[in-house]
């Protein structure tokens, strides 16, 4: 792993101030909830979060992200509190950066880097680890200036530094051969991988999918009664895990891996897609939704693009509206200018909306209270049921 440049260190309580733009078309309250998830990412990561900073703007500025003048306000906080971070909640070119660094006087980090060096701290087998490690190389390739004062001292053998060669050169040389040897390392592990997938015979698979910290792993831990590690914090879970699960006389393949995320960056995506072909090769997904969210529509609508860019958008999907324990609806001002959202409907009426007239089959449970899992179990049943008797059509003791 990339220890150098972890980008938090967590040796003691440190603080970040937290910076985003309204575009324009965007609603305050909407920015405010982004601002409080790159928060609850923060603490993930070991750091306080303290202040949030927002400015309207059409577009980014494109030399220092925000106006001249919203960054002197920042930079004049920065001092009188002693802020350690300042966290940007979209991804900063490396100019934008630099830029701001200066400003500020502090390191600043952007929403990409926040996130890959909680994957960083997350990942625990060797598998997570080079696919989190390729993903850091690829994000700090074009951020080398500035950021490593260098790699390796030299780099032995004749002919290996021409003459003239700069310090940058050669560090870009030098992780371009790592990414390079990352990826190899990937595609060895990724052949085993397939291999045990295909050792797995033809028993029916669902996959868990859902936007991090919707309680996947808890559903796991009830329906497979195992013990897969779940916290209340961001990407608990980075490595896929499969359990054997038999409701009744049928028996299924469950498996449950990283959450997604808003912005769930390009890189990370990239490597971690041999990890979600137990997403594209499932005869299921179980997209598990914390309904408990004020902003859960639009995670829901996060999923469903990652879901379309993985290639994973036509598998049957079973909507499990979990955390009704804490559930509170919004009261509704009729009077009010703004269109009534989900969140301002009850549980009973939310049943009687969209999310479960549609044709994807859906139930509403707590999992920490288990409540409807039962219903859940028998839900479950039924869909496997079905998939079975198609590849088994001789298994009469299914009827």
Request: contains cysteine; glycine residues 6%; hydrophobic residues 40%.
């Given at each position: ?29 909407e ?7 790159l ?22 500025n494109?030399r ?9 306000e ?9 802020i ?23 390191r ?31 994000y ?50 990724d ?5 045990q ?41 980075l490595?896929t ?29 990239e490597?971690?897609k041999s ?15 914390d309904?408990?969210h ?18 994973a ?11 009704i ?9 009729e009077f009010?200018?703004q ?14 909306t ?9 139930i509403?449970?707590?999992?920490i209270?288990?409540?409807?899992i ?7 049943y ?8 198609g590849r ?8």
């Open positions: 792993m990339i220890k150098k440049e972890q980008i938090i260190k967590g040796r003691h309580e440190e603080t970040a101030a937290f910076v985003a733009i309204i575009p324009q078309g965007v609603d305050d309250r920015v405010a909830e982004y601002l409080e998830e928060q609850f990412l923060a603490e993930t990561a070991g750091v306080k979060g303290e202040k949030s900073f927002t400015q309207k703007l059409q577009k980014p494109t220092t992200y925000i106006g001249r003048g919203k960054l002197e920042i930079a004049a906080y920065i001092e009188d509190n002693g350690d971070y300042l966290i940007f909640d979209d991804e900063l070119s490396p100019s934008q950066l630099r830029n701001i660094e200066q400003a500020v006087g502090i600043v980090i952007d929403r990409t880097g926040l996130i890959l060096d909680i994957f960083a701290q997350r990942a625990k087998t060797a598998y997570a680890k080079t696919q989190v490690e390729l993903a850091q190389y690829q700090l390739l074009p951020r080398l200036t500035g950021m490593w004062t260098h790699l390796e001292r030299q780099r032995g053998g004749i002919s290996m530094r021409g003459p003239g060669e700069t310090q940058l050169e050669t560090d870009r040389r030098i992780v371009l051969d790592k990414i390079a040897k990352l990826k190899e390392q990937l595609k060895k592990i052949r085993q991988m397939a291999s997938r295909g050792n797995r015979g033809s028993l029916v698979r669902i996959s868990l999918v859902g936007y991090t910290n919707v309680g996947k792993s808890t559903i796991m831990n009830l329906l497979a009664k195992s013990d897969v590690f779940a916290e209340d914090k961001l990407f608990a879970t490595d895990t499969v359990r054997k699960v038999v409701i009744g006389n049928v028996p299924f393949l469950l498996s449950d891996t990283v959450g997604f995320i808003r912005k769930l960056p390009t890189q990370l995506v490597s971690f990890t979600l072909d137990e997403v594209r090769e499932a005869d299921i997904l179980m997209h598990v939704v309904i408990s004020p902003n859960f529509e639009e995670h829901i609508r996060v999923v469903n693009q990652t879901l379309l860019e993985i290639g958008q036509e598998k049957p999907l079973f909507m499990v509206f979990n955390k324990d804490a559930y509170h609806h919004e009261k509704y001002d009010s200018m269109e009534k959202k989900l969140s301002n409907y009850s549980i009973d009426e939310l049943k009687e969209w999310i479960s007239k549609e044709h994807t089959p859906c509403f449970i707590s999992a209270e288990k409540t409807n039962e219903k859940l179990r028998s839900d479950l039924k869909m496997v049921a079905e998939i079975h008797a088994y059509p001789f298994d009469n003791f299914l009827w």
